[in-house]
């Protein structure tokens, strides 16, 4: 840890960047964290324009700002504005982490990490390398999802998505045998086959329509890992635990991805004893971030 003559240490300055930002739950956890964990730092929201967004970026590195979280729509600009990006940023193409590092800005991703975390705590990586795999979605977190479905070692990775083209050309681009895409047309053939079920959809999310696929026929004991935090039970998540399905929601992976950045930005990891869930939702029903 960085400290001054007299010893004091030097508060480290963090935070998340995205246009709109205000409905961030990051500041809440990290802030959370660093009172916790009795670190000198602050983590604080930034509204960036997404026009002018990598020039800003990279400004960065003429800061004391140890590093910044990204979200959207700001991610693609994160990773274009790096004069270096870690392996998992570069699986991806787009940056939720940025960080300076003898004297280059590094453009990394936790959502790879995020996502594995809890799904490993869960079912265990023996399980999941025999598993059958059916995901929902074909945008930004579910190629984080494959990304990292891949990386565990699963053997079969069903794609399915609204828009059957994007599933069509995200296969196409990560290009292995294991991965394949359904048309959606189809998509309740591959509920019964799978035994982990990841929804990286944004439907089910409060104020969007729900996930237009029925877990009834569904694997008993397979697995439903929604990753939408609000609600925090899910219509899908209903619907898997009344068809005798297990299931993982949002929350879990929204602090899995944050623990690696906070590292990053402070220097320590956040214990796992201190879990910042009741905090979140706490803040998730009443409304205050
Ligand atoms: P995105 O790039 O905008 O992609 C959205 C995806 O959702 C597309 O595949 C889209 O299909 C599909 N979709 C939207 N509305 C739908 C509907 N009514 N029925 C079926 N499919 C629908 O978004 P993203 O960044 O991938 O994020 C997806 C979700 O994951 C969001 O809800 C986000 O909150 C969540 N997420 C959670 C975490 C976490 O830490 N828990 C991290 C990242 C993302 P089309 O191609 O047909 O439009």
Redesign the pocket.
Known sequence: MNTSSSSRPIPRLAGVCGWPIHHSLSPLMHSWWLKQMGVSGAYVPFAVNPRTAVDAFRSLKDTSISGLNVT?PLKTSAFEAADVATEDAQKLGVANCLYKSRGQLVAHNT?LE?FAAPLLAKMGADVLQASSVLVI??????R?VIGALMSLGVPEICLV???DS?ADTLVEQVDVPSLYALPWARRQEAVGRADLIVN????G?EG??V??ISMEGGRSGALVYD???TPRVTALMQDAIANGMDTLG??E??IA?ARPSFKLFYGQFPPLALDPTEVLIDALQSGRR
């Open positions: 959207l959502d995020g979605g074909a945008g930004g977190a579910s984080a998505n609204r828009t994007k990286a959809s944004a439907a999310m969007k329509p996930l237009d990753l939408i935090y949002g929350l992976m929204l991805q």
